[in-house]
């Protein structure tokens, strides 16, 4: 069984701390956009938001990305493959009744995680991913073939999550919103 937490941090704001499992899945499933961190060799990591697919075995998360065949994500990959990555949905901003600046919130939801980048080559495997990113953005599993041609020359990165937790900051339901 993976983790889902996060061993080496502890969370400031437990009352924030997703621990659920199904909600957790939800905000992956309604986010679009994944923003992923990849070490460089000075002191910066390189951040990057691009969008994904995912898929869970059990509650083993995969996340995969598309992009070029080439360029500097892949080359950072190829030197170091520890990548971490944050995913936020159901944003929105809280403007109080009042005057009071410090009463100013903003709503979300929020994954972050932890994994390994692997540079996918075999073809299946790359067609499987780009099938779970449509299937991600569009909502279902799109018919039609995809060129082996094509295949050969999109580039796919599968992460291999290690370990992930989440927060918010949820909006009240009701009429105190």
Not at 26 to 42: E, P, R, S
Not at 100 to 119: D, E, M, N, T
Not at 141 to 163: F, Q, T
């Amino acid at each position: 069984m993976k983790k889902r937490k996060m061993e080496d941090m502890q969370m400031r704001r437990t009352d924030r701390e997703i621990t659920d499992l199904t909600t957790m899945e939800q905000i992956i499933a309604n986010g679009h956009v994944i923003t992923l961190g990849i070490n460089t060799a000075d002191a910066a990591p390189y951040v990057v938001p691009t969008n994904y697919g995912y898929e869970f075995d059990q509650d083993k998360l995969t996340l995969y990305i598309h992009g070029a065949p080439v360029g500097k994500k892949r080359t950072l990959i190829q030197a170091d493959n520890r990548v971490s990555f944050n995913i936020v949905t159901n944003t929105a901003l809280y403007q109080p009744n009042d005057d009071k600046l410090s009463h100013y919130s903003y709503f979300y939801q929020s994954i972050y995680g932890v994994g390994k980048a692997v540079l996918v080559s075999d073809l299946t495997e790359k067609e499987h991913a780009l099938r779970l990113v449509l299937k991600h953005e569009v909502g279902h599993d799109v018919p039609g073939n995809i060129d082996p041609h094509d295949l050969k020359y999109v580039g796919v990165i599968r992460i291999d999550v290690a370990s992930f937790t989440g927060k918010q900051h949820a909006q009240p339901s009701g009429p105190e919103k």
